[in-house]
């Protein structure tokens, strides 16, 4: 069983990013064959500047290196040092229906949000279905607003097939983690830079964290009064690092009352904080050794290149290009 992710380099990551992608991935390296590698090419829809995109993909190896991911288990890249990606990116192009790419409402939430229109923007969902497609992916852990892509990604590869011959890209199968498909920001919403409502897997300082959990968005309920856990952003996040006794034993003393949301901040600030000690030791080491990153990277590209030069010159014979 061969497993294909990729996360963005485009910025400091956040618990959203670990649970939602990290360590699904980190936990799928002993069950099958892992590919995981740092999309640049995507990222270059929003981040323009070179230095700042050069700094977000060394951060994001050191992070995942950091957070578990194993060398010896999984392949691990940079995108952009695999270009066989982007020649399999134009020949599903040419077979992708411009209405199913009309249809991705990422494009449309990118554009709300005021990012400047491009066809790179608009064509991203097939440039990340050559993402999965060279690999001859079986399993692609995805977020729960990643799985319209991954539909695309499996219509664009049925439509190449049925044009040029059954079987010859491997259609994938999501992989959905339902219980942390969305993790809630500060203020309720999906946690994500672009809301600033982001909890930082490695905030600098320990003062930091805390004082980004103490502003979690709660009601004006007094401390003496009982507490609805239902749809408490709090409890959800702290189902995510808490055992199911924890938990349970966190709504009872909500329904019982006498307790203010502060004292129930800071007991979540010390789940996530205990939660990425040994990690933060880990990267600290990781950041004094920056050749062994990027030995990791390159290393990770090679086999990865070999892999997709497979699937390629197989496409190529398929649709007629070369010898």
Known sequence: MRILSGIQPSGRLHIGNYLGMMEPAIRLQNEGEAFYFIADYHALTSTHDPAVLRENVRGLAIDFLACGLDPEKATFWRQSDVPEVTELTWILSCVTPMGLLERCVSFKDKIAQGVSPSHGLFAYPVLQAADI??????????????????????????????????????????????????????????????????????????????????????????????????????????????????????????????????????????????????????????????????????????????????????????????R
């Open 133 to 322: 497609l060279i690999f001859d992916s079986d399993i692609v852990p995805v977020g729960k607003d990643q799985k319209q892509h991954l539909e695309v990604t499996r219509d664009i590869a049925q439509k190449f097939n049925d044009r040029y011959g059954d079987e010859l890209l491997r259609i994938p199968e999501p992989q959905i983690r339902e219980e942390t498909a969305t993790v809630p920001g500060l203020d309720g919403r999906k946690m994500s830079k672009s809301y600033d409502n982001s909890i930082e897997i490695f905030e600098e300082t320990e003062k930091k964290l805390r004082k980004k959990v103490m502003k979690i968005v709660t009601d004006s309920t007094p401390v003496e009064d009982a507490k609805d856990p239902e749809g408490s952003y709090l409890i959800q996040l702290y189902e995510l690092f808490a055992s199911k006794a924890e938990v349970e034993e966190m709504k009872a003393s909500y329904r019982a009352g006498g307790t203010g949301y502060g004292h129930y901040k800071q007991q979540l600030f010390e789940k996530i904080w205990g939660a990425f000690e040994p990690m933060r030791e880990k990267r600290e080491a990781l950041i004094a050794d920056p050749d062994y990153v990027e030995d990791v990277l390159q290393n990770g590209a090679k086999r990865a290149q070999e892999k997709a030069r497979e699937v390629l010159d197989r496409v190529r014979k398929a649709t007629g290009l070369g």
